[in-house]
């Protein structure tokens, strides 16, 4: 039996293209989108501007499945974690953060990351697989619920990060199809500024990023020498620092109001001196720049500590002096480990490497 679609996997193209091989007109597609995304209706039979006969073509050939939410915390300042299960069993972690006038939802891509930053949780859990189109936009749509649901609050999503588990770029295809269904007028409407990716640099697809679905685009920078980013960013040694920069220009050329937000961790006695700082103003010149400092959050086993308050002032005040928008980035959500580098999620580890490191940590405890 060929299996059902999943319409969750299909932007305004794709189900337009659906549609059509149904023999059905194009505006068929968009009010199934508007049903879906505005309305949050799922079921066939509840979208009444349909035919009789189309949803019975629909329930026959398609399906609406969504993955769904295992737990829902909510820390003492706001910020709202799920816990996201798969039909797999794998779990990924969803984050919200509420500021006034602004809700930002933080997405996962990847069940774990193939990446292996050495100051991030998520990568000590190893990876299983990319996350589906309909697994991506499903987080979106579930927390749009939720919170519609908790009509108390008067919390809304305004913008998108995908900056929660996993590397967006090294899913690209469905990353980019969610992306495109966040911006469809017909299904959540954001900007184009209010919907960033947030990559470790892999040069050529943010090239391609650019010419398909030019989004906003932060850069988990974390180093200012390739020395120290081939350390804590190892994808640094295939792309290095000026191999990245260069394509961070080319992302914003053209496009004077755009800028790159650099992520930089701040770590103690790591990344955090004055010739830091210097060496970090050097290597943005030239590139229209927002630099977020982000207090490191700390996990077990991690092997880094944060920098002191006094120290990251100090870092901001030297990149600030060079003309750059720097901004220290305020905890959020830590108590619930919803903070920056702190997702894990549950995930079946094909890689193995959670296992290697409990060993290697066992052994050297030896």
Not at 56 to 85: C, I, M, N, Y
Not at 169 to 193: C, E, H, I, W, Y
């Amino acid at each position: 039996m060929t299996p059902k679609a999943n319409l969750f996997d299909f932007d305004r193209g794709a189900m337009r293209r659906f549609f059509a091989a149904m023999g059905e007109k194009s505006f068929r597609a968009d009010q199934v989108i508007k049903w879906l995304y505005q309305g949050g209706v799922t079921r066939y039979a509840d979208m009444t501007n349909l035919s009789k006969g189309l949803r019975v073509r629909l329930e026959e050939l398609a399906e609406t499945r969504l993955p769904e939410l295992a737990d829902d915390q909510v820390a003492s300042d706001g910020t709202r974690k799920w816990l996201v299960r798969l039909a797999d069993g794998n779990c990924v972690e969803t984050v919200f953060i509420p500021e006034d006038g602004r809700g930002t939802l933080c997405v996962s891509s990847q069940v774990g990351c193939m990446l292996n930053c050495t100051f991030c949780a998520t990568a000590r859990q190893g990876f299983n697989r990319n996350l589906e189109a309909h697994e991506i936009i499903g987080q979106v749509w579930l927390a749009d619920r939720a919170l519609r649901d908790s009509a108390s609050s008067g919390d809304r999503i305004t913008n998108v990060v995908m900056m929660g588990m996993g590397e967006p770029l090294l899913n690209f295809d469905n990353v980019v199809t969610a992306m495109q269904l966040m911006l469809d007028d017909l299904a959540f409407g954001l900007s184009k500024r209010r919907v960033t990716l947030s990559t470790a640099g892999l040069v050529p697809q943010i090239d391609r990023l650019r010419e398909v679905c030019p989004v906003s685009l932060a850069v988990s920078l974390h180093a200012p020498n390739d020395a120290l980013r081939d350390q804590l960013v190892p994808l640094n040694r295939k792309y290095p620092i000026a191999v990245l920069m260069d394509a961070c220009r080319r992302y914003v050329s053209g496009q004077p109001r755009r800028r790159i937000t650099f992520e930089y961790v701040m770590l103690k006695g790591v990344n955090d001196s004055p010739r830091h700082a210097d060496e970090l103003v050097r290597i943005l010149e030239g590139t229209p720049s927002k630099v977020n400092l982000i207090p490191f959050n700390a996990f077990p086993g991690a092997g880094y500590e944060r920098s002191a308050p006094d120290v990251v002032d100090r870092f901001r005040e030297l990149i600030l002096a060079a003309g750059i928008m720097t901004v220290t980035r305020k905890t959020r959500g830590d108590n619930i480990d919803a903070a920056c580098g702190q997702l894990v999620g549950r995930v079946s580890d094909r890689t193995r490497r959670a296992q290697r490191l409990q060993q290697a940590a066992g052994t050297a405890a030896f």
